[in-house]
């Protein structure tokens, strides 16, 4: 197993008291180094994502806006993206140029090495970005630009993304509602940011079936249903998909203790979690994985279930 972090992720800065600060990815990185689970032997250096991977998911027009506004700003500037909820710093466009290229490095990585999954430490988080809007506290989307890097270097037919943040992923959502070779699923909190993600939204035109939402009351049962909705669910659909890369927007917000979310999740069910979904990598993918860090922000409950996902990893 690898992990891909590196200092520039904190350089993006929010405001004080902002949930998606940049002592996310410190915390996360202390609890694995303390473990021993993250060492240098094991660490994956990120490269820069370029201009034309970055518009394989965004518009021209969209990737230009975010580097002027970013680079008006003085060094410790902090202001709103135009487009909508992100907050941004000078720096904000590197590390989110970054965040994406770790995601292509750990694809690399795993498409190499079949079988050693990679942890993706990163931020600015990337799901909600859509193609021409930043929102969400996501400015480019990761994960997306990562199933498109994947597709066009390594000729891939079926990828797999699944997303178990407590908010719906639209963006990714978005990019691909029409595409039958990546396949979108999400659990999150029913009525939520960014209210999308009915049962109902299951793609469009070719891509019809193979995007699957849902959408789950925030009651006592919310942590059956998610691990339902993996364990029965989405291990079904994948018998007749047969992914050869499977991808996860690991969000820790539907921990019990995030202040953002409502479910009930522990430690363990991200374990169980994990599990699941490399069984599926195993089975149809050999065991080519990579998980991209999105939501999660109480940071001792971030820490402890970023440890038990890269255990189950392991």
């Known amino acids: 197993m690898k992990f891909v972090s590196d200092p ?22 202390i609890a ?16 820069k994502a370029t201009e034309k991977e ?21 060094p410790t500037q902090i202001t709103s993206l135009s487009t909508g909820d992100v907050e941004i710093s000078s720096d904000s466009f590197d590390a989110a140029l970054y965040a994406a290229g770790g995601v292509l490095t750990a694809i690399d990585h795993v498409m190499s090495k079949a079988g050693s999954p990679v942890y993706c430490i990163v931020r600015p988080p990337g ?22 890097y994947a597709q066009k270097k390594y000729q891939l037919q079926r990828v ?10 639209n963006g990714t959502q978005d990019i691909f509602y029409n595409d039958p070779t990546v396949f979108y699923m999400s659990t999150h909190e029913k009525d939520l940011y960014p209210m999308t993600g009915r049962a109902d939204e299951t793609g469009k035109g070719l891509g019809k079936g193979t995007t699957l939402n849902f959408p789950i009351e925030p009651t006592s049962k919310a942590r059956e ?4 909705a993996f364990d029965v669910h989405l291990r079904n659909a994948m018998k007749t998909f047969k992914p050869e ?10 921990h019990v203790n995030d202040p953002l979310g409502h479910f009930n999740l522990i430690d363990d069910d991200f374990y169980r979690l994990t599990v699941i979904v490399k069984e ?35």
């Open 8 to 29: 520039i992720y904190t350089a993006h800065l929010t405001s004080p008291g902002h949930p998606e600060r940049p002592e996310r990815v410190k915390v996360i990185n």
């Open 32 to 47: 694995l180094e303390a473990t021993k689970l993250k060492t240098p032997e094991n660490s994956l250096t990120p490269r």
């Open 54 to 74: 970055i518009t394989s998911c965004h518009t021209k027009k969209y990737f230009d806006l975010v580097k002027k506004e970013t680079s008006d700003l003085e």
């Open 127 to 148: 799901h909600h970005a859509t193609p021409d809007r930043g929102m969400g506290f996501c400015l480019f989307n990761n994960i997306a630009i990562g199933a498109r």
């Open 160 to 169: 797999l993304i699944v997303d178990w943040d407590v908010h719906h992923g």
């Open 225 to 228: 249903e998610v691990l339902e």
């Open 245 to 254: 890369l499977v991808l996860i927007s690991a969000g820790f917000d539907g």
């Open 280 to 314: 599926i990598a195993n089975e149809h993918a050999k065991g080519r994985l990579v998980s991209v860090l999105e939501g999660g922000y109480d940071l001792r409950a971030l820490a402890s279930a970023s440890l038990a996902h890269a255990k189950a990893l392991l």
